[in-house]
Structure formats: C-alpha cells, structure tokens
Nanobody, 113 residues
Framework: QVQLAESGGGVVQAGGSLTLTCADS????????IDWYHQAPGKQREVVAR???????SYADSVRGRFTIFRDNTKNMVYLQMNSLKPEDTGVYYC???????WGQGTQVSVSS
C-alpha cells in the first residue's frame, strides 16, 4: 500500500529556493507516475508538476522554468526543486500517484514579498 509523506516546506523570501520531498513509507512508487500539487489559500489543488515512472517530467505553465521535478527510485522518493519562488507559490504542496491514493499531510510553503 502506498503511503505518501511530504516534507521540505518552509518560509522564504521571494526569489528564494526550496526542495520538497515526497517519500513512500508503504509500498514502492518507483513504477508509478507522481504528481506534485499546489493548493493556494482558499483554492483547489492543482497539479504543478508530473514525473513518469521513466523520469519524463512535465510542468504547469505557472512553474515551468522555475521548478524541477526529479526522482530517486532507489530511495522511493520524488523531489520538487523550487527556484525563483514567488508569493503566489504560497500554499500547501502535496504529492500523489497518477491513480490517486490517500492524501498525505502536505508541506506548507510560504513566500514573502
């Protein structure tokens, strides 16, 4: 059973960087496509990045060129490197499989202007 846990959030100034981690404490996610979601305050979750199990990445227009998703299948982890952060990147970030499993707690990112 896949159990996901996100970590790595924090408070940064605009222009700063963070790296988020998505870890699978249950079964393996190495053969699964993984999405990173962003939920801004008062808004719905939306996908900002996806990585296939083969390592092919895709991004929402809002983060392309600033965020990088990558994975380490030896550790069952997926990462989201976030550079040039903007105040609108503030919110809770979640990861999930492409077929949907129980949501983790998410990790809070706050970007001050």
């Amino acid at each position: 059973q896949v159990q996901l846990a996100e970590s790595g959030g924090g408070v940064v100034q605009a222009g700063g960087s963070l790296t988020l981690t998505c870890a699978d404490s249950g079964s393996t996610i190495r053969y699964t496509d993984i999405d990173w979601y962003h939920q801004a305050p008062g808004k719905q979750r939306e996908v900002v990045a996806r990585i296939t199990y083969r390592g092919i990445a895709s991004y929402a227009d809002s983060v392309r060129g600033r965020f990088t998703i990558f994975r380490d299948n030896t550790k069952n982890m997926v990462y989201l490197q976030m550079n040039s952060l903007k105040p609108e990147d503030t919110g809770v970030y979640y990861c999930n499989t492409d077929y949907g499993v129980a949501w983790g707690q998410g990790t809070q990112v706050s970007v001050s202007s």
